[in-house]
């Protein structure tokens, strides 16, 4: 067992757990952030991704021990103010996205990856970024539609957002 200090959502996190323990359990666990999904263990589904120092990693498969120390980790509970949502969790819900909602977190992640180094994308950008992220429930064009969605409402006022909890 060892300590390790996390920034998980601009808020510290102290645990003790074994080094190759992956960061999965350890924000699900021991962060008690539920909304990051255990999809196929092995990196390929997409549905652990999370953002570490702003870049998408599938938690999955990163050791806590690999982390560096002052590495900030932001889960989907992590990219609202808490007031306002996300343009992409807007466009999610405009486009009615999800079906049975698994994967959702992570594709949402991988799309804000993509919107951050490519605020216009074309289809085959978002195909190409998007294509480790697996759906089963096939909603792949509604996603295709909420990024280009997510990408508008990014270009206009963050007024456009909806309120976090519909108020």
């Known amino acids: 067992m060892a300590v390790y200090n996390l920034n998980v959502n601009g808020k510290k996190v102290t645990v003790d757990v074994e080094p190759d323990m992956p960061l999965l ?3 699900r666990d021991f962060a008690g ?3 990051t999904k255990f999809g196929c263990g092995m990196a390929l589904c997409g549905a652990c991704t999370i953002h570490l ?3 998408p990693v ?3 498969q990163t ?3 690999s982390l560096a120390k002052n590495a900030k980790i932001t889960t989907i509970e992590g ?4 007031v306002q949502l996300h343009a992409v969790q807007q466009a999610w819900i405009e486009e009615q996205v999800p079906q049975c909602g ?3 977190s992570g594709q949402i992640m991988s799309a804000m990856a993509l919107l951050k180094t490519t605020p216009d994308p074309s289809d085959a950008d978002i195909d190409n970024a998007m294509s480790g992220n697996l759906c089963r429930c096939g909603t792949y064009d509604r996603i295709r539609k909420a990024i280009h969605r997510a990408a508008d409402l990014s270009k206009t006022s963050s007024n456009s957002t909806q309120k976090v ?3």
């Open 33 to 35: 952030l539920k909304g």
């Open 79 to 82: 990219i609202s103010d808490g």
């Open 53 to 55: 120092n702003g870049q």
């Open 25 to 27: 359990w350890v924000i």
């Open 63 to 65: 050791p806590v021990s």
């Open 102 to 104: 698994y994967c959702q």
């Open 165 to 167: 909890g519909g108020k």
């Open 58 to 60: 599938r938690s999955c």
